[in-house]
């Protein structure tokens, strides 16, 4: 029973704290980082809120420091994924019917408890688990899930409002029903955030939920599900589960009652899993709601009035913050024949001042890649250049796997706009250059739209406003997020709307109320108060 009508109003970010050296937040995380490394986790699955250790364990090492072991993990098998789906439709029923400000209030507590009691151990798993410095990690792993939390959750009190017109003698009005079956989530190692957010937007809307962190990102994952849990959150609302992909897609594309998918990941697997869902369509009780945010190959267009200083600053940010493990990562650059040689020379200089190493150590910029298929991988990329008469590495090229998964800031210059690292993503510190004739910037604008499949972030530096709105005008495809003067990267939940189209993914914006409606399945009602007892209109009578 309702007794009245509750809203969550629009929030405020969630604060980034700088860790200034010597500042009380600095020594708060510089010692949960210690406690963190002086003890080796055993790390359960959590199914209908159970903690299931399976004795199969897997080691888990910090990416930047190899040789210290931080503790294990237990891996699932099939069996797993099916007693959590299981899990699931066993909650789902009265999860759903839980009265709105009794579901919110179990997100709201979990991002207070985020923002206080967890803010330095769930900064501390994600600097050490995922290799990201102490402000990388706070604008994730702190600030940005606070904010899916906080933001989600007054986005969809929004949408609970939005009712249809009642004519005098009716009532109409707008149910917003949990999806019928389970949704399946799947979350990526880079952002801590990310993994929070794709289990909990469609479980704030009354579904139940399996989630499957990628392997590399169990150990933040973990901390965020204990605090799920300390905030309330059902048993067999989200289950986390440690299984292969290939295992948990068979099982959960194959039932019956999967009712959608939430994932970001790579374009291949994604598009494997949308024929999957095809070739099953038949099977599901509901047509299955599959949103998915994949890659990108990030561009930089600098016109020949951009600002230098600005174009440097922006893309050393842009390109190597925590590695150019960022979805959003700028990737590709254009530079005007005009200002080229200075924004090489300026930004080379920058980078020789950035500090590479572990993330104990809160003065280096550059921490290691996340695994060794990604070291190997971009290792390969950087050894084609130095062979190639097309391209040369003009900074870095260096790497190191013996103590940690080091890549250099690498930055490649070529003269083929179409050479291998200007199309491909490479998900890593390397970003390549290319100068163009600054009399030609406009014909080149098409090249920048279609060099790569993806369309997810895009940036421009331009000072004349006229050519502002043509780029953006003529780019208009090229990015679902755009960014005038500054760099593809740094979304901000309820400021920038996160998502790409193209190879990019389906665009449903993480961090604004569209992607919540995703999750939700509307149900229209008329009531009418005096119903009529003929049924001969006046027209025929």
Known sequence: MNNGYFYFAEPKNEPVRSYAPGSADAEQLKKAVAELKGQQRDIPMYINGKEVRTGKTKEIRPPHETAHLLGHFHEGDASHVKDAIAAALAAREQWAATSW????????????????KYRFRMN??????????????????????????????????????????????FNNRMEYRALEGFVLAVTPFNFTAIGGNLPTAPAMCGNVVVWKPANTQIYSASVFMEILKEAGLPDGVINLVYTSGPVVGEICFDHPDFAGVHFTGSTGVFQGM??????????YK?????????????????????????????????????QGQKCSAASRAYLPSNLAEEIKSKFIAELKTLKMGPVDDF???????????????LARYIDGVKGSSEAKIIHGGNYDKSKGYFIEPTVIETTNPDYVTMCEELFGPVLTIHTYDEAQWEQLLDKVDHTSGYALTGAIFAQDRAVIELLTKKLVNAA???????????????????????????????????????????????ETYVPVTNYRYPFHQ
């Open 274 to 283: 949308w024929k999957s869902i095809g070739n099953n369509i038949a099977k």
């Open 363 to 377: 003065t280096n910029f550059i921490n290691a890649v996340i695994d060794e298929k990604s070291f190997d991988n």
């Open 101 to 116: 400000e009794h579901r919110a209030a179990v997100f709201m507590k979990a991002a207070e408890l985020l923002a206080t």
């Open 124 to 169: 501390a798993a994600t600097m050490l688990g995922q290799s990201k410095n102490a402000f990388q990690a706070e604008i994730d792993s702190a600030c940005e899930l606070i904010d899916f939390l906080r933001f989600n959750v007054h986005f969809l009190s929004d949408i609970y409002k939005q009712q249809p017109i009642s004519p005098e003698g």
């Open 286 to 322: 509901s047509y299955p709601r599959i949103v998915g945010e994949t890659g990108g190959k990030d561009f930089v267009f600098v016109h020949p009035t951009a600002n230098v200083d600005a174009v440097v600053a922006n893309l050393v940010r842009g390109a190597f913050e925590y």
């Open 480 to 526: 679902g997020n755009f960014y005038i003067n500054d760099k593809p990267t740094g979304a901000v939940v309820g400021q920038q709307p996160f998502g790409g189209a193209r190879a990019s993914g389906t665009n449903d914006k993480a961090g604004s109320i569209l992607n919540l409606f995703r999750w939700l399945s509307a149900r229209t009602i008329k």
